[in-house]
């Protein structure tokens, strides 16, 4: 297992330059320097904080050596501080000499966004389980056809728009459930059970909307796995010596079925992470998501930086985790790694 | 097609899909009211007999803008599949048909795009670029040629090793004869089908980008945009986020269909499962 992790850790080491590579790209894809109103600065910006800007990514040095310096402040995870909100560390906290804490921005946003995201895999897998097992078993039948008209619209709903109309029903028109925010009023004094009760509220359209996109596909590949193992020979073998239904498709064919699905999970993590942004910035929920578009709108590029690079190097570890679930969960990887 | 066609799915796909692309075509000659023009005594009007989806905040035609707006969001979604759709033949071409150090280079160059939250990465250009209709077009294209890379290879690296490709390499056929007589036609089924899921999904990232503010800048209008005014009037004036929210999802709905209904169809891989 060790040896197979280091083999997959080194896989990723080309990748991690690719990543490099592109986001130096985008940095220098604005016509003249990033500095000017051109790049859509904003041209109220004082000189003082356009040569902070130049000083920051060396932009007066040859190309090679600001690519080396932006390696560098990829590898040490540190992206420097902020221009638009009080020059706040843009990753992690800093001190300062008189020990004040400054807690980084990414630090407070990713937990937040990360909490969003393992709720709506879970609701994923949750909802989309069982959905892709009935279609499958009731192939073609109404049942299937009802789940497949369920599929193709999850899929086709935009979002944002569904996330809007919920919005408007659950929050404006039957105020049941809070629109903004991750708290309500008071939040501090509720006990424990108050406070979850409350941030579940709170979440509950965001998740739901995040998940939505993630469960129409998965049910749908569930299904075409649970077909394609269905028709294999050991299932007949299963059925021939008399098991019953409910042990030969839960116990043989689900099981089976299922282990692509782990591969799935871990590639919908950067679609995860990405469609943060809508429903963060619709719902004022200060995650990743809200922080980047803001980011964007204020030209903010050390936070955009910051951003695609901590979102990226999530990508690949969410990728090497379900690698690595993956060989633990198939005995045949599994041997095949040990040797 | 024909076969296409008579598969539900696809044929249901179509139907949406065409009766969209004529309104949008035929948007001037449909439209009721200028699209654009302003009537500050006919604000906020419900939909009615005058006005079928109802008037904005500034007294436009909901129904015209709409008409209008069918027209940007399918030019976005044609022009950024087809730069996508370029982008991957060629790459996939030559990784699948060279392999070697070419394809392990490429390969991981889709490997790093994949990486990265696409839509992060769309935000994050656009942040360095005036948003205009192009920059998105072209923006949404280069984020998203890495299925149709993949695809194009996984084809190439088939076809070459079957009997009709080594007997051609065997006469003496070259390279671009091989290539563009032999492989390219038979690995375009897959490469159409993922064009068509590519319209779709590209005609949603064009109306969230829009959505956000930072797609097509009114007041042209698109679909995403008008939904954006409509988030503000949502208290009064429902019409005004309904309608442009249905026609998105109608149309990304048309071209899921019709891809998918295309790869049961012209897939003889899944068209033999269905029958067990």
Redesign the interface.
Known sequence: MIRYLLKRLFWMV??VV??S???FL??H??PGD?TTTE??FNPKASEESRQKLREIYHLDEPLIVQYGLWLKRMGTLDFGTSFASHQRPVFWEKKDDQGNVTPGMIQEALPITLLINVLSLALIVVIALPLGVISAIH??RPPDRAITVFV??G????????A??L??WLG?VNPWLPISGLHSLGYENMGMLGRLWDLGRHLAIPVFISALSGLAGISLFVRNGM??VL?QDYITTARAKGLPENTVIYRHALRNALLPLITLLG?SI??L???S??AE?LFAIPGMGKL??D??LM?DFPV?MG??TI??VL??LG?LLADLAYAWADPRVRRGVMR | MNRALRNPLAFWGFAIIASVLVMALLAPVLAPYDPDAIDVKSILIPPSATHWMGTDGLGRDVFSRMLFGARISLLVGFVAVGIATLIGVVLGAISGYYRGWIDVVIMRMVDVMLSIPTFFLILAVIAFLTPSIWNIMIVIGLTSWMGVTRLVRAEFLSLREREFVLASATLGARDYRLIFRHLLPNSLTPVIVSSVLGVASAVLVESGLSFLGLGVQPPQASWGNILTEGKEYIQFAWWLSFFPGMAILLTVLGYNLLGEGLRDALDPRTNGKGKN
């Open positions: 080309p990748l690719g990543i590579l592109v986001s985008i940095m894809l604005a990033i790049a859509g192939q073609n193709f619209v899929f086709a709903v935009p979002g944002f728009w569904l809007l109309m919005m408007y404006v077909l394609d028709h590639l950067p679609g992470i990405g469609g942004v809508i910035s980047f578009y980011a964007v030209r955009i951003i695609l979102g990226a990508t690949l990728n």
